[in-house]
């Protein structure tokens, strides 16, 4: 009785890490060869990246805009993947107002930071190769 109380928690131990993991491995990108499906940003609707208000979007080399609820409506973000580049944008076709988000960088709070850019990005693209 015992070892098998012990092998079902063994088994629920083993598929918790396993979520984990692939949570973690979807922050940093996914893997490589993981094309579309990666994910290069993580943006909020309240400052310091506050849980429960933010999605990760992918898409690389190519202009993605921000759906409701987040068109308009970002006030802080990061780029969570090594080695590539994005820029957001204050329009929906990649132009207009930006900034440039690099491999890392953190914004907590638009409103301090950059203002005009404050609630006010519609979409985002990332560069590079991964
Ligand atoms: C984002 O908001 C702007 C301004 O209201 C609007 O013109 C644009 O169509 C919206 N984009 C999306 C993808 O909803």
């Known amino acids: 009785m015992r070892s098998i109380a012990f092998a ?4 629920a131990i083993t598929a918790g890490l396993a979520a984990v993991t692939a949570e973690l491995s979807l922050r940093q990108g996914g893997s490589p060869g993981g ?3 990666m994910v290069f940003l993580l943006v909020c609707t309240e400052p310091n990246l506050e849980p429960g208000t933010c999605e990760t979007a992918g898409g690389l080399n190519t202009c993605t805009a921000f759906d409701a609820p987040f068109n308009d409506s970002i006030e802080s973000l ?3 993947f090594a080695g590539v580049a ?3 944008y204050v329009n929906d076709d990649c132009t207009g107002d930006s900034l440039i988000v690099a491999n890392s960088a953190e914004f907590d709070n638009l409103g301090v930071s950059n203002p ?3 609630n006010a990005l519609s979409s985002f693209q990332c560069i590079g190769t991964a």
């Open 116 to 118: 005009e850019l404050n």
């Open 8 to 11: 079902t928690l063994l088994a």
């Open 86 to 88: 994005c820029a957001v």
């Open 78 to 80: 990061v780029n969570t």
């Open 35 to 37: 094309g579309g499906n």
